[in-house]
């Protein structure tokens, strides 16, 4: 299910909406096995013994309904779950029914780290930590597809959105931005090499200026 259109600005893009990856369903994938090959294991003793035990099967058969139903859970809220970057904000947002998320400007991220484990490199998973200048400061965002990459994609989304506000293009949406805040961007764009020492001294000058 693709994050809803209705919910996005007028003149926002979206540069990435997907679900968690398929890692995600591991818990639940083992449990269902796990059920399963104990059932297979008790057809197999039931063959060998001949022996029949109604109130083992019935456990057995519960076991599997109630992992089946794990499963199923862990999917709707796998397909109602987005992480989605857009040309101003990050989302993240899941529920089925009742809905939670968190939103995060893109001139408010700070820091964009990612973790893999041996493990996770092989499966093409891992965890995203994003730090902002927000209220909620630090969040970790698990069983990301292809970590690394998101975290390129949001830094090139950062550097486009800095230079449509600051290189002498149309902002994307009025914001009221304060100046130490602007300066501090502005001291990053200049590090990164987005602007020259030139361009820095215009833009800082115009902001003292005003």
């Known amino acids: 299910m693709p994050y809803p ?13 997907m679900h968690p990856h398929w890692w995600f369903f591991s818990n639940a994938a083992f449990a ?19 022996t029949v035990n109604k109130s083992v099967n019935v456990v057995l058969l519960v076991l599997i309904v109630i992992a089946l139903l794990f499963l199923l859970v862990r999917y709707a809220k796998w ?25 995060m400007p893109l ?18 998973a891992g965890d995203l930590l994003i730090e902002s200048g927000g209220e909620d400061g630090r969040q970790r965002f698990t069983d990301i597809r292809r970590p690394q990459k998101v975290q390129n994609l949001i830094h090139a989304q950062m550097e486009s959105n800095e230079q449509r506000r600051y290189g002498g293009g149309a902002p994307s949406a009025p914001a009221a931005v304060d100046v130490a805040t602007q300066l ?3 001291e990053g764009l200049l590090q990164r090499g987005s602007l020259s020492q030139q361009e820095f001294d215009a833009q800082k000058a115009r902001l003292l200026g005003g």
């Open 5 to 17: 259109k209705k919910l996005l600005n007028s003149y926002e893009t979206v540069a990435l909406d």
């Open 32 to 50: 269902l096995l796990g059920a399963i090959i104990l059932s297979v294991l008790r057809l197999a003793f039931w063959h060998t013994t001949g």
């Open 79 to 103: 397909a109602t779950t987005n992480f989605v970057i857009t040309s101003d904000r990050l989302i993240f947002r899941q529920g089925l029914f009742a809905k939670s998320g968190i939103e």
């Open 107 to 124: 001139e408010r991220v700070n820091n964009v780290n990612f973790n893999q484990s041996f493990f996770e490199r092989i499966l093409g």
């Open 184 to 186: 501090e961007k502005l």
